[in-house]
């Protein structure tokens, strides 16, 4: 009897000890990937000036990362040369210190969103080299000095490269020289020599893009360039890229001492434009209809492979959390994400951990609970 009465004892004293330990477990995204990596969304403008109150109450609970979705490409910070804009960008930065988050600057210099003043005089002709590079400088010294000591790390550098490992034909290349990126790096390095430096770009599994990265962070640092991490914009398919593609970029760049960074991700539930359809292209209304399956929902079939893809890609992030310094979300919910516009204008996608009404997907509990079960 005795015996017995010990034994429920034990018993009930595991059991206990097993449910404080479940309640004990992280239940938001940030808490259960504390120690591996920061996981981050980008804000629109809407979350940064406190509207859109169901996605900051998401944010607050669930990232230790932020980055500007858009306010702080260089048409917003400086409209007219000299004019900088920085009330939006401010109040993103108050934020991110308010909520004690990973604040990460986007983007100095960019071929996109770039205002049109930067590359031509009162003539509307290109200016010269010098120019250029007085422009570039001082855009570069205005905004981070601006930040100085408030933002962890900048993307000074956007998507220069292209898939075969040429550099881009942009307005920045094509006046100043290839040396562009260099001298921007080292601008952004004089204004805060304490500031991380990022290059970001998309598609950088691509194996050509990849080694010019790679040849390209070996340069700055033969001549001692700071480089800090790349940041791997994650805009990715369905079927595309191949977990092994992604592995080896990881490997490729983070052979070099840097580290990575996931930015931008967000993976499209759609069949991509000119793929898989087998409408006529002349038929505007089936074609329509194919390359737009799910405006009522996402069918339970294709919901099921993006959660188990995602969940591979987290898995695969956890894996590496050695060498990954950040992940993160290009946005919140699906209903403001960009690719509801892209590459086709108009569509109903689905590819952010939260729905349309802001519930989490299926995938935020999948990611946790891979988190908590990698400790
Ligand atoms: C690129 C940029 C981002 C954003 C997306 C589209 O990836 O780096 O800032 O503009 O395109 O939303």
């Known amino acids: 009897m005795i015996k017995l009465k010990f034994l429920a004892i034990v018993i009930a004293t595991l059991v206990a000890v097993s449910c404080s330990q479940a309640q004990q477990q992280p239940n938001t995204l940030k808490d259960a990937l504390a120690g591996k990596f920061y996981i981050g969304t980008a804000m629109s403008l809407d979350q940064i ?29 400086q409209p007219k040369e000299g004019e900088f804009f920085f009330d939006d960008a401010d109040q993103f930065v108050k934020f991110g210190e308010e909520n004690n988050m990973n604040i990460i600057g986007h983007c100095l210099i960019w071929h996109s969103q770039a205002p049109r003043w930067f590359f031509v005089d009162d003539e509307g002709k290109d200016v010269s080299r010098e120019v250029l590079i007085e422009r570039m ?78 040849a390209m ?18 805009h990715i398919g369905m079927d595309y890229p191949t977990f092994e593609e992604y592995q080896a970029a990881i490997d490729a760049y983070t052979s070099t001492g840097l580290k990575v960074m996931v930015t931008e991700l967000d993976m499209s539930a759609l069949p991509r434009p000119g793929q898989n359809t087998g409408a006529n292209i002349a038929d505007i209304e089936t074609y329509r209809a194919e390359i737009n399956p799910f405006t ?75 988190a908590n079960n990698n400790n």
Request: negative net charge.
């Open 217 to 234: 962070v070996k340069d700055f640092q033969a001549n001692g360039i700071r480089i800090d991490a790349i940041g791997m914009q994650g």
């Open 296 to 370: 009522e929902g996402l069918s339970e079939e294709v919901s099921v492979e993006w959660t188990n893809r995602m969940a591979e890609f987290f898995q695969l992030f956890i894996n590496n959390s050695d060498k990954i310094q950040r992940v993160t979300m290009w946005g919140v919910s699906d209903a403001t994400s960009w690719k509801n516009d892209f590459p086709v204008r108009g569509r109903t996608d689905y590819p952010l951990l939260f729905d349309r009404n802001h519930q989490p997907k299926p995938i935020v509990q999948r990611i946790i609970d891979m």
């Open 49 to 77: 000036t406190g509207k859109d109150t169901d996605a900051i109450k998401i944010i607050k609970q669930q990232f230790n990362s932020i980055v500007a979705e858009n306010c702080m490409k260089s048409m917003f910070l």
């Open 137 to 214: 400088k001082n855009h570069i010294t205005t905004v981070v000095g601006h930040y100085k000591g408030r933002i962890h790390g900048w993307d000074v550098v956007n998507e220069a490269i292209m898939e075969d490992g040429s550099l881009r034909k942009s307005k920045f290349r094509e006046i100043i020289g290839d040396d562009f990126i260099k001298l921007a790096f080292q601008f952004a390095h004089e204004a805060d020599p304490d500031v991380e430096l990022y290059y970001n770009d998309y598609n950088e599994w691509h194996v050509g893009k990849r080694d010019a990265i790679v």
